[in-house]
C-alpha cells in the first residue's frame, strides 16, 4: 500500500505554469490583463511565504528527444514564484516520491511534457496523494491547464479555491466557460484580496514593458472640512 504525502498544513498554493513566455508582454504569447494578473500572483505568494505555506507549482517543458525534458529562457519560471526550499522534478515516467517531501522542502515544482498534469505519473501521483484542507489555485491559462488541473482535483475529492483574478488567459469568454465549470463541479471561486488582502506594490517587479514600469500617481489628498 502506497503510504500518503505527510502534510499537516491548511492550505497548500497550486502554482499553475507561471512562465515568461506566458505572463510578461515579451513572452511568446503573454495572458491579457498581464500586469494585474502579475500583481496579483506576486501579492498571493508573498502572502505564501509570511504565512509559511507549501507551493506545488507545474511547469510546461518542451519534451526532449529521449522522453525528457528542457526548458528555453522562455519556460523559466517568474523570479517570485520560487521558493529557496525548492525541489524540482523533470517530466519522466517515475513517480518516486519521498513521504517527508514536505518538511524538507517549502516548494515542489513539476515539469510537465502536456498541459493536464494528471497525464504526468509524478504529478498525478502527489496530486492525488496529498492532504490538505484547501488547496488555492493561482497561474495559467484558465482555459487550458488551470481548467484540466482544477477539475483533476475535484474529481480526486479535494477541495479547491480559484484565485480567479491571479489566473491568466488567452480568451476572455473561454476563461469565463472555464470558471463556471470549475465551480459547478464545486471549486470555489475567490479573488486575491479575499486571502491576500489588498496589494501594495506598485509595480510587478518582473515585466518591462511600459505598462508595468508605470508607476501609479499618488492619490490626491482632498482638503478636509475646506
Ligand atoms: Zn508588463
Not at 62 to 84: E, I, V
Amino acid at each position: 500500500m502506497i503510504r500518503p504525502i505527510r502534510l499537516r498544513r491548511k492550505r497548500v498554493i497550486i502554482d499553475i505554469d507561471t512562465q515568461k513566455d506566458l505572463f510578461l508582454a515579451n513572452g511568446a504569447s503573454c495572458v491579457r490583463n498581464h500586469r494585474r494578473v502579475l500583481m496579483n500572483i506576486r501579492r498571493t505568494l508573498a502572502w505564501a511565504r509570511v504565512k509559511h505555506l507549501r507551493i506545488i507549482s507545474t511547469s510546461i517543458c518542451k519534451p526532449g528527444k529521449n522522453g525528457d525534458s528542457f526548458h528555453t529562457a522562455g519556460w523559466q519560471k517568474l523570479s517570485y514564484t520560487l521558493r529557496n526550499r525548492k525541489i524540482e522534478f523533470s517530466a519522466d515516467n517515475n513517480t518516486d516520491l519521498a513521504r517527508d517531501i514536505f518538511v524538507h522542502y517549502d516548494q515542489v515544482i513539476l515539469n510537465k511534457r502536456c498541459e493536464n498534469p494528471f497525464d504526468e505519473p509524478r504529478a498525478e501521483r502527489l496530486f492525488t496523494e496529498l492532504r490538505a484542507d484547501e488547496l488555492v489555485v493561482i497561474g495559467g491559462l484558465a482555459e487550458g491547464a488551470v481548467v484540466a488541473t482544477v477539475l483533476g482535483l475535484l474529481q480526486r475529492g479535494k477541495r479547491v479555491t480559484v484565485l480567479i483574478d491571479a489566473v491568466g488567459t488567452h480568451d476572455r469568454q473561454q476563461a469565463d466557460i472555464a470558471f463556471r465549470k470549475m465551480k459547478a463541479k464545486g471549486a470555489n471561486l475567490a479573488e486575491t484580496r479575499d486571502y491576500a488582502g489588498a496589494t501594495h506594490l506598485k509595480s510587478t517587479g518582473v515585466c518591462d514593458c511600459k505598462l508595468c514600469r508605470l508607476e501609479e500617481k499618488p492619490l490626491k489628498t482632498s482638503s478636509i472640512g475646506a
